[in-house]
């Protein structure tokens, strides 16, 4: 099955990448950005059997680090 | 308001940060993990007068490579 794993940064944890982004949008002459951060959209294909438990237990360990970003499991297709 | 902008690899472009989770994860005991593909995701908040057109050419100019990326906009919040 087809898993995408979403991870953000936690709200008030400071952004360096998303604020260079910000600053060269800025730079190209974009007017009226407010705010921009920036996530990881990981797509794994894992076998159907697999639980959310392990899937939970893959984002915990490796995929997010839980102390500074959050993270979202969104299966695209059913097992 | 508030827009994403999905940026991942094209198909079959190498993605050397997808295979080292990859790895990782199966030397951490994760069995059936048949691929891990990694991509972005840009939060912007942008003033409500923004354009598609101008959202469409900040990802062509700067938050996509197009040779090797794609992206997709998603409106969050309508304006």
Same mark, same amino acid.
């Given at each position: ?13 400071? #952004? ?7 600053h060269a ?9 407010? #705010? ?5 959209e990981?797509?794994? *294909? ?10 939970? *237990? ?22």
């Amino acid at each position: 099955m087809k898993v995408r794993v979403h991870v953000s940064l936690k709200p008030g944890v400071l #952004d360096p990448q998303g604020r260079a982004v910000h600053h060269a949008l800025e730079g190209l002459g974009f007017a009226g950005i407010e #705010d921009v951060r920036i996530g990881r959209e990981i797509d794994l *294909e894992v076998a159907d059997e697999t639980t959310d438990a392990a899937l939970d *237990e893959m984002c915990r360990k490796l995929l997010a680090n839980m102390v500074i970003e959050n993270y979202r499991i969104e299966k695209l297709e059913a097992a």
